[in-house]
C-alpha cells in the first residue's frame, strides 16, 4: 500500500525477521518493508570473496530473487525511484552486485558491511548508468568479514556507474550496524521521498 518501497537482503544465519528490525529505526509514512529469505539461512555458500562459480547458483538464484522484488514493486506502481534498497553482510553484498548488473535511477540503497562479489582479479565489465542513485557504504577498517579494499572498489565502482556515493569507514567498529549509518540511512529516505 506504500508510495515506496524498501528491499531488505539479511546476512549469513540471519532471516527476514532479523532485517525488517531495521524497519523501526528508518521509518517513513510512504514506506513499504519487504525482505526475501534466503534458501536455508544463507544467500551463497562461501566467503563473497570466493571464485563466483563456487557460489552459484546461489549468487544468481540471490540476485533474481531481488530483481522479481523490484518488478513486483513495480507492477504495483512504485517507481525505480521510489525504491530503496538495504543489505547487511552477505545481504550488502548481493545488494551491491545486484545494483551493479540491474543499474536504474533508484531510490537510494544502504550497503551496510559489504560489496560487490568475487575474488581480487574479477572482472569488473559493469554496463548502464545508476544515474545518480544514492548509494551509501559503511563498514569497519577492521572487519573480519569485509576487507576495506573492497569497500573501496565497490565505492569505486558504483562512481563510475554515476551513482552519489558516500563511503563510511568506522575505525575498530565490530561486524555491525551503527546509528550514525542508521542516521545516513534516514536521511537519505526523507531527501528522496521529500
Known amino acids: 500500500e506504500g508510495k515506496a ?21 528508518l521509518p517513513h509514512p510512504d514506506l513499504s518493508y519487504l525482505a526475501p529469505a534466503a534458501a536455508n539461512h544463507t544467500w551463497y555458500p562461501y566467503s563473497f570473496l570466493a571464485p563466483i562459480p563456487q557460489n552459484e547458483p546461489g549468487i544468481s538464484s540471490g540476485i533474481l530473487t531481488i530483481k522479481s ?6 507492477e504495483e506502481g512504485i517507481p525505480s525511484e521510489k525504491i530503496f534498497f538495504l543489505g ?7 545488494t551491491s552486485e545486484f545494483l551493479a548488473r540491474n543499474p536504474d535511477t533508484y531510490g537510494g540503497a544502504l550497503i551496510y558491511s559489504g560489496g560487490v562479489i568475487g575474488p581480487e582479479d574479477t572482472p569488473r565489465n559493469y554496463e548502464g548508468s545508476l544515474k545518480g542513485t544514492p548509494i551509501f557504504l559503511g563498514c569497519s ?27 563510511r569507514i568506522y575505525p575498530g567498529m565490530p561486524h555491525t550496524i551503527i546509528e550514525d549509518e542508521i542516521l545516513f540511512g534516514k536521511e537519505m529516505i526523507e531527501n528522496r521521498l521529500r
Open 5 to 25: 518501497a524498501m528491499i531488505m537482503v539479511h546476512g549469513r544465519g540471519a532471516a527476514p525477521a532479523n532485517i525488517l528490525e531495521l524497519a523501526d529505526h
Open 69 to 74: 522484488l523490484v518488478d513486483k514493486v513495480k
Open 88 to 94: 547487511f553482510s552477505q545481504g550488502a553484498c548481493l
Open 141 to 167: 577498517d577492521v572487519d573480519a568479514h569485509v576487507p576495506k579494499w573492497r569497500v573501496d572498489e565497490s565505492a569505486e565502482i558504483f562512481e563510475k556507474m554515476e551513482a552519489d556515493g558516500t563511503k
